[in-house]
DNA sequence: TAAAACCCTACTCATTTGGTAGGGTTTTAT
DNA sequence: ATAAAACCCTACCAAATGAGTAGGGTTTTA
């Protein structure tokens, strides 16, 4: 499951792609139309600031926007940013990777099958952005 | 993620299966094998028994099996009694549904793109089986 | 009939989730 | 130049969840 943060994080941003190239959008203005907790959605943009996915603008007039075209930021590149793992288990995942002890990848049939749901669930994350929320 | 709980499920449950119609396994015979916490896995097994996964016998002799051939039992199932939903949001959650507040199925983009993720991944777990892990 | 095996309740400890509170520091339009 | 607007940072907290432990029943059946 998403945490709430992931959600809050996808309302946030479908946000900015809406109103992408019209200006920083202030963090209170989302929280209030999107109901957010400000402080939690600050944390959350700080966040997606932090791994490039958006920029600020500071003082009057300043706020957050996408630092990309809505079509360049992929969902599967988010999710690994607000919540980390995609993958049902840490030895098929591709950026949080940890092996598992007591089994043996080679002839785990638990892995194997993780690593086609992975493969199938990131076909669409990873392929699909911001734009395809709007 | 699976919990590990469900990791132990499958680990015990593909012991189960490479000894099925052998007779009863003893729950401390796979808590050895499969290096499970005895006590955890006792209280595992008895949930996958009331969900009808396993059947046990009790007394000298006894133990625990599966209740049907290994190709019957899904792994989507499986996870669903251990782990509960298999999909990202509980909106698009077909054994576990809830209503989302603050977004509109009809025009969430969210979730339409979390709904085909859970049709990709049902369509793998819903078709295999603990066969499938042996 | 007692050893073997299942069943049940309750507790615990650590981590994660979902926030709050409050106070800076920087910017920039006026 | 300055104050209002906006961003940034630290610390805390409560509830839920995850991952077990402990310990004592109860039921079988060889």
């Keep these: 499951m998403l ?6 994080a ?5 946000h900015l ?8 959008v202030l963090i209170s203005e989302m929280a209030k ?3 957010i907790p400000l402080k939690f959605l600050e944390n959350i943009l700080l966040e997606l600031k932090k791994e490039d996915i958006l920029e600020s603008k500071k003082g009057r007039g300043g706020g957050y926007y996408l630092k990309e075209h809505p079509s360049k ?12 793992p995609i993958s049902l288990l840490p030895c ?7 092996r598992c002890k007591n089994c043996n990848e080679k002839q785990c049939g638990l892995h194997d099958m993780m690593k086609d749901v992975r493969d199938a669930t990131l076909k669409i994350l990873e392929r699909r952005t911001l734009k395809d929320l709007v």
Excluded at 17 to 24: F, L, S, T
Excluded at 73 to 84: C, E, F, L, N, Q
Excluded at 92 to 98: E, M, N, P, T
């Design 33 to 35: 139309k999107k109901r």
């Design 73 to 84: 930021t992929y969902i599967a590149t988010v999710i690994r940013i607000v919540d980390g």
């Design 92 to 98: 098929v995942s591709l950026y949080f990777y940890q």
């Design 3 to 8: 945490s709430k943060k992931a959600q809050y």
């Design 10 to 14: 996808f309302r946030a941003l479908t």
């Design 17 to 24: 792609a809406e109103n992408y190239n019209k200006g920083p």
